[in-house]
């Protein structure tokens, strides 16, 4: 390396001393006056003008200052250590000795280190390339800590549908065939089902003080599995043993045979409570139930009974449900008709009527027979619904809602909280780190307890912040299925009547009149009704 930014030396004379002032060569830069200032204050000179010796620093040419006596003793090399606020670097400067005075050796060098607390990291090639060409007033990284390494969640890779949703065929006349549906995911005996990839742990880090810096934690994940599966030597493959039908239930992955019902669940059945999918070929009486991990299909129709299924629930006919009936799915229920029943649905309900009941769905609720219609009840839908006529002449007490999904709303108002709270904890902490980073730049120490307490507001700050990230990215997803959620509306292919209540999001509205061929939308803070 060569000597390019400007530096000083002292010659020490019997009764004075001079600083002979070296202007940078080329690209370099000239000599900080602090820096300077700070080693002559170090050797005793404080008897000198200083507003002389800063305008000598400034000039391009070679200059001496006198400085004045100080003790008649010869300066020793002088080194300048600065710490990065995260005590993952030690950058050094030095300045050179008086004529007559004393350099440091790698000994002296690795004293100064040491009592600064700097342990680890500490590159000696560095120190030996200073030692062999000695350039002044340039830094020098002689300590570089070992940041950590990132490890990787594992992954989980499936290899069939995990979220079924194929809708009904539609017919060109506008019906709908409930008899032709193909939403189970089939598989064959010796079919790979999963493949885990393993979580990457990474490597702790270490700061310049030998503080251990934690990667941060990874997420762990095990295959999980049923019956009729087997597991690789490794734990990494699954494999079905049958052929059946395959599905994923709260991370589970089941392969069934499907129980199968040649008829009616009726007496000569009794309940069913299936660790699979279920297949009625009859039809489910009045107070029976079938609970089922993955989906239910029914070829008749459903009286007052209870389906519940962690999969989908497909009904061929409908279900008369007399007030009693209950479907409840953790996917799709489809199915022609609904009347006087509960349905409950974590993805979309699509029939052909509605009749008196109540229908909740995750997502839409679409009527899509020729002659569909809504009369009375109430209907929840995360998303849109979609149907041809919704009240009567007779008036039929009808209330529609959509919007978005209840429990997202609830996180939203969550996050939009915790944001303000994060935001303001981290605008607390960066000006105090400023003042103990402004602090140990100009030279001096902090005690024990002011440094535990600033690596604790470090710490602080790096969780906030990693937080803040994970939950605007969350935050941001949600708002713009807000602002942009397209399917938050009611939609009439015929006619609506009045006496409807409809609720968008947090607005409602009451039909005054008969409309037809148009749809109901939240606009500007309010519920708008437009022509199709």
Known sequence: MEQKNGYIRVEVLENDSICHIYPPKEDGVAIDSKEVEEYLEAHGYESYDKRVLRDALLSKEETAVPIGYASGVECSEMMFIKISLDKMKATCRFLPPSFGGNTMNVKDILAELNKRGIIYGIDQDAIMDFMENRCYATDYIFAQGKPPVIGRDAKIEYFFNTNPSLKPKHNDDGSVDYRELNTISSVNEGDLLARLTPEDKGANGKDITGREIPTRTVKPKKLEYGKNISINEDRTELYSNVT???????????????????????????????????????????????????????????????IQADGQIIVKCGIHGMQKGVLEAKGNVIIQFIENAKVFAGGYVETGSIIYSEVNATEDVIVSERKGFISGGIIRAGGKV???????????????????????????????????????????????????????????????????????????????????????????????????SKHSRVVIRRDIFPGVTITISDVTLTTKDKRSFCQYEKKNGEIVCSNL
Not at 252 to 274: E, L, R
Not at 395 to 416: H, M, S
Not at 427 to 452: A, C, F, W
Request: net charge negative; proline share 2%; hydrophobic share 40%.
């Open 386 to 484: 979609e149907t041809q006529t919704i009240g009567s002449a007779m008036g039929a007490l009808t209330r529609i809602e959509v919007g978005i999904v209840p429990a997202k709303k609830e996180r939203y108002g969550f996050l939009q909280k915790e944001i303000a709270i994060l935001n303001a904890k981290i605008n607390k902490i960066n000006p105090v780190l400023k003042t103990y980073q402004e602090y140990m730049s100009s030279g001096r120490h902090l005690d024990n307890k002011n440094l535990v307490y600033m690596n604790k507001l470090l710490q602080e700050l790096h969780e906030s912040k990693e937080k803040l990230q994970e939950y605007r990215v969350e935050f941001n997803t949600i708002h713009q299925e807000l602002l942009h």
């Open 244 to 306: 059946g039908h395959v599905s994923l239930i709260n991370d589970q992955v089941f392969v069934s045979d499907v129980f199968d019902v040649p008829a009616d669940v009726d007496n000569s059945i009794g309940n069913i409570n299936y660790n699979g999918n279920v297949h009625v070929h009859g039809s489910v009486r009045g107070g029976f139930t079938i609970i089922a991990k993955g989906d239910v299909v029914v070829d008749g129709v459903v009286e007052d009974a209870l």
